[in-house]
């Protein structure tokens, strides 16, 4: 299950609001004057009236939404009166609610692809039922939808609408910003001691030059034996191996698995971009990763080292920012980055993005799936006085302990489309490169070499 979906403080609102648009709840009635008199409604070309749905219920179905919980804040009220709005303007009624559990998704999603039913819904789904559904034909496919704009990448996010393309046909939407993931978190207080500026790797961000030779220099110097006692006490780097592999690969132009252009998947750990990463990460983690000393430490145990300051560089997903998450407590000001750039890759920063994705049921016929389309569409309007282009900043301030966090690493990670396809593949475990190569015990082409044959059954299946 993605992390994303059970935090709970300030910064879980917008975290699964990526995940599938906004988890909006029931709003409350509001009895004032309408604020929205002004704001035109849209029509329907082929009537040239305003859209009239007739009174359809549409759910878009989850597995965590609370439909009736009250609004946490003011920007919540002012959306939940938004799409009270939307919805009696257009005489609909489109809300997002848990349908089913995070377990029985899969089982939820194909039973009603398969059998229909009066319900009118769009559906949630992860991994798990990507490829399957569309193997089996159970998705809508969405470039026949013709009243949406599905090219507009300030509501739509590019990155899912290209998880399941399939040559022009695709199967799967999200609105919104791609959530962030992986970057680099760095203590402040760890970088001045070393002789840095306290915000240098934001500098080298915004002058290009954040690479893995800057981040390697920075290291080695990071690296110190504060005691002269002939034993490195402050280390460079302390991270979860996974999430270094994930970023490295990705910042080299790498990956686990890639898709052609005619949604075929095939194995990429071996290619030429993503074994140079496979090394240089071999390397990082020998030379400068933080042992785990404590064999009866929990998994997580380089969160406590950080959050400590007994190391500079952390890498890891943005959520672990959330003021009442690993960090809150932290003494140290930190900073994040996006991963730093490989000598291969394209010279984008980015993050690996690997949102949940969202689909209709092929059973409906093209006249119900385009009313359903259109009217989640107008649902996902921009609430006025929220509609800026950097309003989705807002919920991601108050998570980090400076704004260049937000406006410029955070703006890097949402420009550049960059799914994740290994995902979507069923018992592909990339623990198989992983483990070997991070502890030191296999070379990153033994552990090619060792994988690739069992990884190339899988990935040959999800393309039958």
């Keep these: 299950m993605i992390k994303t979906n059970v935090k709970k403080a300030v910064c879980f609102g917008l975290a699964v609001a990526m995940l599938a648009g906004t988890a909006f709840a029931a709003p409350k009635k509001n009895k004032k004057a309408d604020p929205y008199k002004n704001v035109e409604k849209q029509k329907d070309p082929k009537t040239k009236?305003?859209?009239?749905?007739?009174?359809?219920?549409?759910?878009?179905a989850d597995w965590w939404t609370d439909g009736d919980r009250p609004a946490a804040s003011k920007r919540e009220e002012d959306i939940f009166a938004w799409h009270e709005w939307t919805n009696k303007t257009y005489n609909v009624k489109v809300k997002q609610k848990a349908m089913m559990g995070?377990?029985?998704?899969?089982?939820?999603?194909?039973?009603?692809?398969?059998?229909?039913?009066?319900?009118?819904?769009?559906?949630?789904?992860?991994?798990?039922?990507?490829?399957v559904g569309v193997k089996a034909n159970l998705f809508y496919d969405l470039s026949k939808i013709t009243s949406v704009n599905w090219k507009d990448s300030n509501k739509y996010d590019q990155g899912v609408i290209q998880k399941l393309a399939r040559g022009d046909s695709f199967y799967a939407f999200n609105w919104g910003k791609p959530e962030p993931k992986e970057g680099v978190f760095f203590n402040k207080r760890l970088l001045e001691e070393a002789g840095y500026n306290r915000d240098y790797p934001y500098d080298l961000q915004k002058q290009g030059k954040w690479t893995w030779a800057t981040f390697e220099e920075m290291c080695k110097k990071l690296a110190r034996d504060t005691d002269n006692d002939g034993i490195i006490d402050k280390y460079a780097l302390t991270t979860f191996s996974s999430t270094f592999a994930m970023g490295a690969l990705s910042s080299n132009g790498g990956s686990y698995v890639g898709v052609d252009k005619n949604g075929k998947y095939y194995n990429n750990a071996g290619s030429e971009k993503s074994m140079e990463a496979w090394n240089w990460i071999a390397y990082m983690s020998q030379t400068y990763q933080q042992p785990q000393t404590d064999e009866g430490a929990n998994w997580d145990w380089f969160y406590t080292a950080f959050v400590n300051g007994e190391a500079a560089f952390l890498v890891d997903e943005e959520y672990n920012a959330q003021p009442q998450g690993k960090f809150g407590q932290m003494a140290d000001d930190f900073g994040f980055v996006c991963f730093p750039l490989g000598p291969s890759g394209d010279g984008k920063y980015k993050t690996t993005h690997n949102t949940n994705?969202?689909?209709?049921?092929?059973?409906?016929?093209?006249?119900?799936?385009?009313?359903?389309?259109?009217?989640?569409?107008?649902?996902?309007?921009?609430?006025?006085?929220?509609?800026?282009?950097d309003a989705w900043k807002e919920d991601y301030y108050p998570c980090f302990r400076d704004a260049r966090a937000v406006d410029e690493t955070l703006q890097l990670m949402a420009d550049t489309p960059n799914p994740r396809f290994d995902t979507l593949i069923s018992g592909l475990d990339t623990g198989d490169m992983i483990w070997g190569i991070w502890g030191g015990w296999v070379t990153p082409m033994e552990a090619y070499e060792n994988s690739k044959n069992v990884w190339q059954g899988l990935i040959d299946d999800c393309n039958r």
Aim: charged letters at 20%; glycine letters at 10%.
């Design 49 to 60: 009236k305003v859209y009239d749905f007739k009174g359809m219920e549409i759910i878009i």
């Design 102 to 131: 995070w377990g029985s998704s899969p089982q939820f999603t194909t039973n009603f692809c398969l059998t229909g039913g009066d319900e009118n819904y769009v559906i949630i789904i992860d991994g798990r039922s990507a490829n």
């Design 357 to 389: 994705m969202c689909i209709i049921p092929s059973c409906y016929t093209a006249d119900r799936a385009e009313k359903i389309a259109k009217a989640v569409d107008l649902y996902l309007e921009p609430t006025p006085g929220y509609d800026g282009p």
